[in-house]
């Protein structure tokens, strides 16, 4: 990235407002600290990676979030040993709203994930489009650079689907979610291309709930289920940016037999494809 363009980025990386920002200015000592061991200054740091020595300095004051790109390459550069790329993880959750922040990491660390949604398409799925569509419509409305900075944040958690072993992932989503024009029709068109897309990975099943079935065992909400490297399960429940992670195994169990009965109300994936098909043709 020229310095030119690093500079039109502003403050795009900036972290929000009560946010945890003690993690950013660890790592931002850290990499002073790495710098000056080194002999460089500011300014030959960025224009050896890439950024302007404006945007050194916020990293070194924690008050933006460095990209994974420019850790590995500064790590490298600044012959730290590793030493920056080990809180790489930690950086990245800071792009998350505070309530997010356990799912995202239960998330990377996930052998496999049932997720049931209602409301949107879920985060994994979205287009950058449909994701921008969704910030920007809340309210009260979030400040561009926070917009911005949630819609890089949502495509760098869609990273899972490149790890190996690749986690299994199953959706069941509301046909409601599917039908909700967000960011308008040419918005939700790419959408549901991007859907048929996923549906066709082998790690992926996508499922559709009817508005015409009778019966919906997903009324309370949207919720996650992820297994982790342990054998267990642990379920996370969003509601009104207030979440909850529930590792008690009867709470667990309770939301693991409604995503069973959630399954076989919905069509089956081969049907649900069809299904979006019919619905893009609509559009």
């Given amino acids: 990235m020229s310095e030119t363009v690093a500079e039109a980025a502003g403050e795009a990386g900036s972290p929000e407002p009560g946010a945890s920002a ?3 200015r660890v790592f931002g000592r850290q990499m002073k600290l790495c710098r000056i061991r080194a002999g460089l200054e500011r300014a030959e740091v960025g224009a050896r990676t890439g950024y302007s020595p404006s ?3 916020s990293y070194e004051l924690g008050r933006r979030i ?3 790109r420019f850790i590995d390459a500064v790590d490298d550069l600044l012959d730290a040993g590793g030493l920056l790329k080990e809180m790489k993880q930690e950086v990245a959750r800071a792009q998350y ?7 995202a990491r239960l998330e990377t660390e996930a052998l496999a994930l049932s997720v049931y949604d209602a409301q949107v398409v879920n985060g994994l799925l979205q287009t950058e489009e449909y994701a921008r569509a969704v910030f920007s419509t809340m309210r009260p409305p979030l400040e561009d650079a926070v917009v911005d900075q949630r819609v890089e944040a949502r495509l760098a958690r869609q990273r899972i689907f490149d790890r190996r072993p690749t986690p299994l ?6 046909e409601s979610v599917l039908r909700r024009p967000i960011g308008g029709r040419s918005v939700l068109r790419g959408q549901l291309e991007h859907l048929l897309l996923f549906g066709q990975r082998r790690t992926v099943e996508l499922q559709v709930l ?5 019966q919906n065992a997903g009324l ?3 919720f996650m289920l992820f297994d982790n490297q342990e054998g267990r399960k642990v379920a996370y429940v969003e509601v009104q940016n207030v979440s909850h992670v529930h590792a008690e195994q009867h709470l667990v169990r309770g939301l693991e037999a409604k995503y069973g009965t959630l399954r076989s109300q919905a069509l089956t994936p081969q049907e649900s494809l069809t299904h979006i ?3 893009l043709g609509e559009l």
């Avoid at 709203?97 to 799912?103: G, I, V």
């Avoid at 992932?169 to 509301?174: P, R």
């Avoid at 009817?210 to 009778?214: K, M, N």
């Fill in 277 to 279: 098909e019919n619905l």
């Fill in 66 to 68: 460095p990209p994974s």
């Fill in 210 to 214: 009817p508005l015409s079935r009778e």
């Fill in 220 to 222: 309370a909400g949207p």
């Fill in 22 to 24: 003690g993690i950013l």
């Fill in 97 to 103: 709203p505070a309530f997010f922040r356990d799912a």
């Fill in 169 to 174: 992932v199953s959706f069941v989503m509301d």
């Fill in 55 to 57: 945007t050194i300095t």
